[in-house]
């Protein structure tokens, strides 16, 4: 299972960047997949998840109304669009697959990439 997880970068205050996450090797039909963040000297977060069976989708409350996840089935990706980023958002962020009971808990997914980097200064 290889997950890639791209486009972060440096953007400004309000800025948005689109996140994606490219899946390959994992053969499962109905799974969950998350991303998280991880900030400097702070513990790792759940952000945002989206389930294949259903298409349900969840986020953190510090993300709701601003980030949006979606899933292109074709091309295997994940995509999260980030809008009105703040600097509070910068991280290392990350997707996973897995079959979570409870969604954005860390230890409920199994497959991790790695991560890309997102800065949101001025």
């Known amino acids: 299972v290889q997950l890639q997880a791209s486009g972060g970068g440096l953007v400004q205050p309000g800025g948005s960047l689109r996140l994606s996450c490219a899946i390959s090797?994992?053969?499962?039909?109905?799974?969950?997949i998350g991303w998280f963040r991880q900030a400097p000297g702070k513990a790792r977060e759940g952000v945002s998840h989206?389930?294949?069976?259903?298409?349900?989708?969840l986020y953190a409350n510090s993300v709701k109304g601003r980030f949006t996840i979606s899933r292109d089935n074709a091309k295997d990706t994940v995509y999260l669009q980030m809008n009105s980023l703040k600097p509070e958002d910068t991280a290392v962020y990350y997707c996973?697959?897995?079959?979570?009971?409870?969604?954005?808990?860390?230890?409920?997914?199994?497959?991790w990439g790695s991560g890309t980097q997102v800065t949101v200064s001025s």
């Open positions: 996973t697959v897995g079959w979570p009971t409870i969604p954005l808990i860390e230890s409920e997914y199994d497959y």
């Open positions: 090797g994992f053969g499962s039909v109905a799974y969950g």
């Open positions: 989206i389930s294949t069976s259903d298409g349900r989708t």
